[in-house]
């Protein structure tokens, strides 16, 4: 299998966390692709994810899988037990309404800010910048982090007893506040002291190696 990508991007950030914990390194040659020089905007590329994003998964029979949710969903499923999306029908319903407010509260959000409050990935990339719809998505970014302090006031994990693919998009999307230098508010203890459970898993290591 391929993996297209961009090490340390967030996105990207996501899948390697997940390759990690799915003990698949070993099965994956990672193909970088060069962003900030216009590589995923390429009639080439455009053919394996017509969204122009990375990361994208490429079977060794051709398919190409895109969003990190729907490769999660994959890499979780090529051996032993499904542990990041769930075990069972209410489980996996779980995993997947709590992946969805990962993605839109914390880690699109702040994508949004990204692409339209910074300079981006660059003026070459970056044709359409809205400041005023970057800085509002900032706001939806900082209610996302409080929404998810709140969810881990009752339980340990974001989607419930275990850890499993929502704690990573959180975990990433955090990456990317740093990278953003937006701070966690030090108020928001049960995000910062699940954090810090999540940054010892032997996954984040391994998949920033
Ligand atoms: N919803 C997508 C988001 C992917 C995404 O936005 N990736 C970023 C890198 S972190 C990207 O490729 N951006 C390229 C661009 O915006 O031009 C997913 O889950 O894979």
């Known amino acids: 299998m391929k993996i297209y990508d961009f090490k340390g991007f967030a996105n990207p950030a996501r899948v390697r ?10 099965q994956i040659e990672f193909v970088h692709v060069d962003l900030p020089n216009g590589a995923h905007r390429t009639p080439e590329f455009f053919a394996k994810n017509p969204s122009g994003t990375v990361p994208v998964l ?6 190409t899988i895109s969003e990190c949710t729907a490769i999660t969903v994959y890499l979780d499923h090529v051996q032993g037990e499904s542990t990041l999306t769930g075990r069972n029908g209410k489980e996996r319903a779980i995993v997947h309404m709590m992946q969805r407010r990962a993605e839109a509260e914390l880690m699109d959000a702040l994508g949004t800010y990204f692409h339209h409050a910074t300079p981006g990935l660059g003026a070459e ?22 929404y998810l302090n709140q969810v881990l006031s009752r339980q340990p994990y974001l989607a419930g ?26 108020t928001l203890t049960n995000l910062q002291a699940w954090r810090a459970r999540v940054a010892a898993r032997p996954s984040i290591a391994a998949s920033q190696a």
């Open 17 to 26: 966390i997940a390759v990690a914990e799915k003990g698949l390194t070993d």
């Open 58 to 63: 490429e079977l060794d029979d051709g398919t």
């Open 125 to 146: 990339i970056e044709l359409y910048q809205n400041r005023e719809w970057g800085e509002k998505n900032l706001k939806r970014a900082m209610a996302g982090m409080h």
């Open 161 to 186: 007893e275990s850890f499993s693919m929502v704690d990573i998009t959180a975990f990433a999307g955090l990456g990317l506040a740093d990278f953003l230098k937006i701070d966690v508010p030090d």
